[in-house]
Nanobody, 125 residues
Framework: QVQLVESGGGSVQAGGSLRLSCAAS????????MGWFRQAPGKEREFVVA????????YYADSVKGRFTISRDNAKNTVYLQMNSLKPEDTAVYYC??????????????????WGQGTQVTVSS
């Protein structure tokens, strides 16, 4: 069993930056995929970025490419999402997720097995 806890959300003005953290408890196996999704009010959960825990595969949504960067600290079992040049359309609840069968990186939320509680990001114009 894996538990994910996000932190780091908040309110910023357009053009600002935030860094989200996702702390994982329990063992993350090499075949896992880890990712971030987001959900704005009235919209479906949207893929943001995901990578294979073993390394080698990393995908960003086109809407965040060049602005968001995912990284990790293996010793802390923590994944980070650095978000720069934020736009009002980035406003959403951001969720960290883990897929036990991450051989192929999925952009579908339904594929992921574990989810955090979410953290709110609000970007004002």
């Amino acid at each position: 069993q894996v538990q994910l806890v996000e932190s780091g959300g908040g309110s910023v003005q357009a053009g600002g930056s935030l860094r989200l953290s996702c702390a994982a408890s329990g063992r993350i196996f090499s075949n896992y995929a880890m990712g971030w999704f987001r959900q704005a009010p009235g919209k479906e959960r949207e893929f943001v970025v995901a990578f294979s825990w073993s390394g080698g595969r990393l995908y960003y949504a086109d809407s965040v490419k060049g602005r968001f960067t995912i990284s990790r600290d293996n010793a802390k079992n923590t994944v980070y999402l650095q978000m720069n040049s934020l736009k009002p359309e980035d406003t959403a609840v951001y969720y960290c997720a883990a897929d036990r069968e991450g051989t192929y990186i999925s952009r579908r939320a339904s594929t992921y097995d574990y989810w955090g509680q979410g953290t709110q990001v609000t970007v004002s114009s």
